[in-house]
Each structure stands twice: as C-alpha cells, then as structure tokens.
C-alpha cells in the first residue's frame, strides 16, 4: 500500500485528455480539482499532453521517449481517455494507455466498486455495496507476448500469452491485503481461474496463501472468475477487497460499474506504490465515440478519479470535500426533472465543492 506522503506546495500535474469525451469529461475533472485546492495553499500547475487520435493523425507518433520523460516530471497524471474509432484498434489502447501503464510501473489499479446513496442499481435489492478491485497492472495477457502466423488464411494462429511472475504477482497481492487489512472488514477475494490456468492461477494461489502469513487479521477467499461475475450481481454486497489479474479485472471492473449506477460514475487510480513515477488517475470508462461532442458523457468518474488523486498526495481534506460533493449531487439526482449536461454536471460539483 502507498506510503503518505506531505503534500507538495505546488501540484505538478500532466494532463492527458485523451480522445472522444476524454477532452470533456477532463475539463470538468479540473474545474473540480481548482474549487477543491481553493484556500488550501496548494496550487495546481497543469501540462497539457497533445496524445491520442489527433497527434496520430498529424505525427503518426503514441507516446514518445520525450513525452514520458516529460510526464515523470510530475507529480501525478489526470487522463480522460484514449482510443478512437479512425484509427486502429489497439494503435492508441497499447501504444498510449498500456505503454504509459507499463513504464511508470502502475501495478496496482485500484478502482473502487460503491454504490452511493440515492442511487439506482439495476439490481432489485443490492444491498451495501461498498468494495474495491485491486486489479494488477502490469503483467497478464496486455503485455504483448504472443503473434499470429498464417494471418488471414484458414490456418491462422493466434497467441495472446498472459505472463504472471512471482514478482509481479506478489507485489500486488500484497497491496491487496494491506488495503483489506485497513478496512473495517478485512477480507480479501482472489478472483481467478485455476480449475483451468493451472500454471498462472496456482501462482496466485499459493502466493495469496503466503502473503496472507503476513496478514493473519485478514480472512480470504477464492472465486473462480466466471463465478465471481455471478455474485457481483446476486450478493455484491459479499465483496470488500478482489484482487485480481489484469484481464479479469478489466472485465470484472466494468460490470462493478454496472451494478453500482453505470459506467459514469466508475473511478480509478493506476498506482505506483513505490512512487518511482507519477501515478494515473483516469475514469473507467473509454472515450465513448458514441456520445462524443455531445456535451452527454457523465464526468462523475472522472471527477470522482481527481479525489482518488488528491488522496494518493495526501490532501486527504480535499479529497474528502470532492467526495462529499459528488455524494450530495448523486443523492439529489434521483429527484432532477432534467438531465444535465457534462459541463452542468462540473460546475454544480464544483460548486457543491466551494460549498
Ligand atoms: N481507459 C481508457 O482510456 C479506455 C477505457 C475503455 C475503453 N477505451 C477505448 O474507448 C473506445 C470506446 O470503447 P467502448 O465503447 O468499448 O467503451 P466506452 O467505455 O467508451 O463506452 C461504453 C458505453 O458506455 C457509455 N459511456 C462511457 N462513458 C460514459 C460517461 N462518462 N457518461 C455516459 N456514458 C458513458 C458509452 O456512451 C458507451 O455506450 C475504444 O477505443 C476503447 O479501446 C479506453
Ligand atoms: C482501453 C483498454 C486498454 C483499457 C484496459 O483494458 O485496461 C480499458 O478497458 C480500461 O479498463 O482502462
Ligand atoms: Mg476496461
């Protein structure tokens, strides 16, 4: 788990906004994050990153050696989202989200799984929901060890190899249970699929079976991943930490979105506990092409993602404050005679904040 850390006099913050409704969703996001620093003594300094569908476009360039040298520069990243439906897929998603992932060592991607008060589950009865997905980063199948021979002919092959070290494996676990051993609860669900990867999922096993040694207070337990998606909808309410390989949580994470009042509300951190580089903060959710320019895309995640920052640099007060917000707005919401627009949205949050 993450150190505390003082809070710097001046927040050196790179600004990845990204493509489709990452640009508006991120400008609500700041809007948020200036109201929450107001009167603190902190002052924000934000870069602009131009990365994404565009510099594609213009340079054919991801992300740069000279891009990631500026962005460690920071103290932390705000990211709206990446992708873009004119150009290929993955180009953006690896070449920019992963790479940027993978080089600053974000192995835990943390993304909290809470249904606040006042709103709507799809579920009938969903009871407490209140857990977070501590989802391993940087390892399993989104490495990029695999290839394709025969491509486009009937013989074709395909290999995506899901890479699971010792190192990588137990680092992560061990975040996993200093967080459930800090919660009120203290249990943690491994979420994997060892009937079937037997070489990974044992790993995973045994390695949560050593950690947890080291954490007697926790209590642990094992759901196979296909039985997990069945108890997130049935008992969410059973869950308090998951931890889990990068694939699964990727899927299992979109689904907590689901259940706890859709994919606008989704927040998440990509933490380098060992702060060797600046951390990601960015919503779960992709850039939307759907209801991109639209002034629709909900920017609750996003800014939800900024309270998660200004926790991981220790300006818990704050963070509390934009938390507090967001709660007050999402509990009156379910009374609105209208929908808001994204930028109504931010400046009532903000607003909410200034208080
Ligand atoms: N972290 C990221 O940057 C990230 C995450 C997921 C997907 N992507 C990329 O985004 C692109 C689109 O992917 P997708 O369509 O699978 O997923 P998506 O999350 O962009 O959209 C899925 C659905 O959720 C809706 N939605 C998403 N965010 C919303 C918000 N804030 N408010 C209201 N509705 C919202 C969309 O309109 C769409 O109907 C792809 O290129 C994908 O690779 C990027
Ligand atoms: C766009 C993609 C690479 C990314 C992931 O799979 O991690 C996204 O789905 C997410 O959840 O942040
Ligand atoms: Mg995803």
Same mark, same amino acid.
């Given at each position: 788990?993450?150190?505390?850390?003082? #809070?710097?006099?001046?927040?050196?913050?790179?600004?990845?906004?990204?493509?489709?409704?990452?640009?508006?969703?991120?400008?609500?996001?700041?809007?948020?994050?200036?109201?929450?620093?107001?009167?603190?003594?902190?002052?924000?300094?934000t870069t602009d990153f131009d990365l994404g569908a565009r510099r594609w476009h213009a340079t054919g360039e991801t992300l740069t050696d000279g891009d990631l040298d500026a962005i460690r520069a920071h103290d932390a990243i705000l990211l709206g989202a990446i992708g873009d439906p004119t150009v290929p897929s993955g180009v953006l998603e690896r070449?920019?989200?992963?790479?940027?992932?993978? #080089?600053?060592d974000h192995y835990v991607n943390l993304r909290p799984g809470r249904l606040y008060p006042g709103v709507t589950s799809p579920l009938a009865d969903p009871g407490d929901v209140d857990f977070v997905v501590v989802r391993e980063g940087t390892e399993g199948p989104y490495v990029g060890n695999g290839g394709a021979i025969r491509v486009g002919t009937p013989h074709e092959v395909a290999n995506e190899v899901s890479v699971n070290t010792a190192f990588g494996v137990e680092r992560v676990v061990r975040d996993a249970f200093a967080r459930a051993a800090a919660r009120p609860r203290k249990k943690l669900t491994l979420v994997h699929k060892h009937n079937v990867l037997v070489h990974a999922g044992h790993l995973w096993r045994r390695t949560v079976e050593a950690v947890n040694a080291e954490f007697?207070?926790?209590?642990?337990?094992?759901?196979?991943?296909?039985?997990?998606?069945?108890?997130?909808?049935?008992?969410?309410?059973?869950?308090?930490?998951?931890?889990?390989?990068?694939?699964?949580?990727?899927?299992?994470?979109d689904l907590a979105a689901a259940i706890t009042g859709g994919i606008g509300l989704a927040a998440s951190a990509n933490i380098n506990p060992d702060r060797t580089?600046?951390?990601?903060?960015?919503?779960?959710?992709?850039?939307?092409?759907?209801?991109?320019?639209?002034?629709? #895309?909900?920017?609750?995640?996003?800014?939800?993602?900024?309270?998660?920052?200004?926790?991981?640099?220790?300006?818990?007060?704050?963070?509390?404050?934009?938390?507090?917000?967001?709660?007050?707005?999402?509990?009156?919401?379910?009374?609105?005679?209208?929908?808001?627009?994204?930028?109504?949205?931010?400046?009532?949050?903000?607003?909410?904040?200034?208080?």
């Open positions: 788990m993450s150190a505390s850390t003082t #809070a710097p006099a001046d927040l050196r913050l790179a600004v990845v906004a990204g493509d489709g409704i990452g640009t508006e969703v991120v400008e609500q996001g700041l809007l948020v994050l200036e109201a929450a620093l107001h009167g603190t003594g902190t002052r924000v300094a070449g920019l989200l992963l790479k940027l992932r993978f #080089a600053l007697p207070d926790v209590t642990v337990d094992y759901l196979h991943v296909d039985a997990a998606t069945i108890f997130l909808v049935t008992n969410p309410s059973r869950f308090d930490v998951i931890v889990t390989d990068n694939l699964f949580g990727d899927i299992l994470t580089a600046p951390s990601m903060f960015e919503p779960v959710h992709g850039s939307a092409p759907d209801i991109a320019g639209q002034g629709k #895309a909900d920017p609750t995640a996003t800014v939800l993602s900024v309270a998660m920052l200004l926790e991981h640099l220790g300006l818990s007060d704050a963070a509390r404050r934009v938390e507090s917000a967001v709660a007050s707005d999402l509990a009156e919401r379910g009374s609105a005679e209208r929908v808001r627009s994204t930028a109504e949205v931010g400046k009532d949050l903000a607003a909410r904040v200034a208080g």
